[in-house]
Nanobody, 123 residues
Framework: QVQLVESGGGLVQPGGSLRLSCAAS????????AGWYRQAPGKQRELVAA???????NYAESVKGRFTISRDNAKNTVYLQMDVLRPEDTAVYYC?????????????????WGQGTLVTVSS
């Protein structure tokens, strides 16, 4: 069973920073593209940042210059460094990844979502 577990959310004041982590577990062979999404109350889930297997990154316009996505392939972990946080960044943040794992004796591709971690930006 492949799982993604997010951590690092919490309450922070405007202008502050948080670092989210997304760790994959299971018989992982590789993680392809991974991304962070967020969903604020009453709004649709939106892509915040994504990173390909080669390290190419993509960001939503609203977070460019403030958020940085990175990955540690040896640890099967993806990070989201969030700086200069604003109240409008408040949301549940979800990790998503395309994961190749050994399942049933074969290599299988899974698209996996984490359970989400709440980020609240408020004074």
């Amino acid at each position: 069973q492949v799982q993604l577990v997010e951590s690092g959310g919490g309450l922070v004041q405007p202008g502050g920073s948080l670092r989210l982590s997304c760790a994959a577990s299971g018989s992982i062979i590789s993680i392809n593209t991974a991304g962070w999404y967020r969903q604020a109350p009453g709004k649709q889930r939106e892509l915040v940042a994504a990173i390909g297997s080669g390290g190419i990154t993509n960001y939503a316009e609203s977070v460019k210059g403030r958020f940085t996505i990175s990955r540690d392939n040896a640890k099967n972990t993806v990070y989201l460094q969030m700086d200069v946080l604003r109240p409008e960044d408040t949301a549940v943040y979800y990790c998503n990844a395309g994961v190749v794992a050994v399942q049933g004796g074969a290599y299988r591709y899974n698209e996996v979502w984490g359970q989400g971690t709440l980020v609240t930006v408020s004074s």
